[in-house]
């Protein structure tokens, strides 16, 4: 079982050439030989049923030609063009002779043993012959399916050898590429894709641990400061306690929320999936947000009227309160949010357009990068742990959905949701 496991492709399929080329090379061999003797065995067995001379000469074929009258024929004329008709004693083949016939001996006489004998050897030969072509066949084609396999699978050895030594620390090995754009060249191809895929995953999780602890020990340090100011006092009093506290409440919500939210983000689970109004979630969403709106004096228009859909109600009330608090957010003071649908066949399309500070074109491209957040010196004054719209995505490849982003520096974002019916 070990030797098996252990057995190359390259042995394995040179194996089954070897099987094949030996069963038929064995099969046409035999056949031909076969076929031989009995042509052999055929000849000696008309030769010996031939009017034999028992009397005279042992094993010698006597052969008379005779006209067709059944007279032995010793010459003729053959006039006026008719051609004269040839038989012979042993059968009723004739043939046709054109020509006169000067003389024709009574019989021919021929010893058949010596031809009897060159018949049983020529057999032998071909026999052996045929014997040693075949083996010159199956070890030739062996051969030259080893080699050609060697040629043909060298590409395979060396991306074994190389995925044998990757590990994080060397993923930009990569498989050159054959010429030839072969099934060899569609594989080496896609497993230097793969590695592609690999490295930026590993990016992304080194980043993302990397934000997640910065995101997660920065309220954990303000807390820890404001405990510190508390035990360096003397005789600390109620307003000093009150502050603190409230600092220390205020950055352990933060912390439910990062936390919340990385469970959300991570997690596979859908729930329950029921029929849900977005006009009423959307009109919550906007109630709640009621003091930043007029802080910033923002004019809200919600435009959607009698949408549902069936899906999860938690879900869908994250996925629009992320981008609905973010419209508000990143706007400008006395800016304008307006949201709008259309229902389409299978899918009813949500859009929210806000004129506020916009991202960069450079930045499109990494905002559902976990922690990812637009220009800090833009958005410093802006509360937030870049954890939205990252987990508006997820959520939304959940559920079968989308969301697609347009935005430019200071002319506001326009955002597509395509959610599922």
Same mark, same amino acid.
């Given at each position: 079982m070990k030797f098996k496991k252990n057995v190359t492709l390259k042995f394995k399929v040179t194996l089954l050439v070897l099987i094949i080329?030996?069963?038929?090379?064995?099969?046409?061999?035999?056949t031909s030989i076969y076929k031989n003797k009995g042509n052999t065995n055929l000849a000696i067995q008309m030769l010996e049923s031939s009017d034999i001379i028992e009397n005279n000469t042992q094993n010698e074929l006597r052969i008379e030609f005779n006209d067709d009258q059944k007279e032995v024929i010793l010459e003729d004329e053959n006039k006026n063009d008719q051609n004269t008709s040839i038989y012979s004693i042993t059968n009723d083949t004739s043939i046709e002779v054109k020509e006169p016939i000067t003389e024709i001996t009574?019989?021919?006489?021929?010893?058949? +043993?010596?031809?009897?004998?060159?018949?049983?050897?020529?057999?032998?030969?071909? $026999?052996?012959?045929?014997?040693?072509?075949?083996?010159?066949?199956?070890? =030739?084609?062996s051969i030259i399916t080893y080699?050609?396999?060697?040629?043909?699978?060298?590409? =395979?050895? $060396?991306?074994?050898? *190389?995925?044998?030594?990757?590990?994080?620390?060397?993923?930009?090995?990569? *498989?050159?590429?054959?010429?030839?754009?072969? +099934?060899?060249?569609?594989?080496?191809?896609?497993?230097?894709?793969?590695?592609?895929?690999? $490295?930026?995953?590993?990016?992304?999780?080194?980043n993302f641990s990397a934000s997640a602890s910065h995101e997660l020990k920065t309220p954990l340090s303000i807390m820890k400061s404001s405990?510190?100011?508390?035990?360096?006092?003397?005789n600390p009093t109620i307003e000093e306690y009150e502050e603190n506290?409230?600092?220390?409440?205020?950055?352990i919500e933060?912390?439910?929320? #990062?936390?919340?939210?990385?469970? =959300?983000?991570?997690?596979?689970?859908?729930?329950?999936?029921e029929k849900i109004n977005i006009k009423?979630?959307?009109?919550? *969403?906007?109630?709640?947000?009621?003091?930043? =709106? &007029?802080?910033?004096?923002?004019?809200?228009? &919600?435009?959607?009227?009698?949408?549902? #859909?069936n899906s999860n109600k938690s879900l869908i009330n994250c996925v629009f309160e992320n981008i609905i608090s973010n419209a508000i957010k990143y706007n400008k003071p006395y800016g304008r949010i307006d949201i709008d649908f259309k229902d389409e066949k299978d899918y009813i399309k949500f859009t929210i357009k806000d004129t506020g500070i916009g991202i960069s074109k450079?930045?499109?491209?990494?905002?559902?990068?976990?922690?990812?957040? !637009?220009?800090?010196?833009?958005?410093?004054?802006?509360?937030?742990?870049?954890?939205?719209?990252?987990?508006?995505?997820?959520?939304? !490849?959940?559920i079968n959905g989308n969301i697609l982003i347009e935005s430019e520096n200071d002319l506001g974002t326009e955002v597509l949701l395509i959610l599922k019916k």
């Open positions: 080329l030996v069963s038929v090379c064995t099969m046409l061999t035999y009574s019989y021919i006489k021929v010893n058949i +043993e010596p031809v009897k004998t060159t018949l049983a050897v020529s057999q032998d030969n071909f $026999k052996n012959m045929q014997i040693m072509f075949m083996v010159v066949a199956v070890s =030739l084609g080699l050609i396999l060697s040629k043909f699978l060298n590409p =395979l050895t $060396k991306m074994a050898n *190389i995925i044998e030594n990757i590990n994080h620390n060397n993923l930009d090995e990569e *498989i050159v590429l054959p010429k030839s754009k072969d +099934e060899i060249y569609k594989l080496s191809k896609s497993f230097n894709d793969m590695l592609l895929r690999i $490295k930026k995953s590993f990016e992304m999780e080194k405990i510190q100011v508390l035990k360096l006092s003397d506290i409230e600092v220390i409440e205020e950055n933060k912390l439910i929320d #990062i936390v919340n939210s990385l469970l =959300l983000l991570t997690s596979s689970d859908t729930g329950l999936f009423d979630v959307t009109d919550k *969403i906007i109630l709640d947000y009621k003091n930043d =709106l &007029n802080s910033k004096n923002i004019n809200i228009v &919600n435009n959607i009227q009698g949408c549902n #859909i450079d930045n499109l491209q990494n905002i559902f990068n976990p922690f990812f957040r !637009e220009d800090i010196s833009r958005s410093k004054d802006i509360n937030g742990n870049g954890l939205g719209l990252s987990l508006v995505k997820n959520i939304l !490849e959940k």
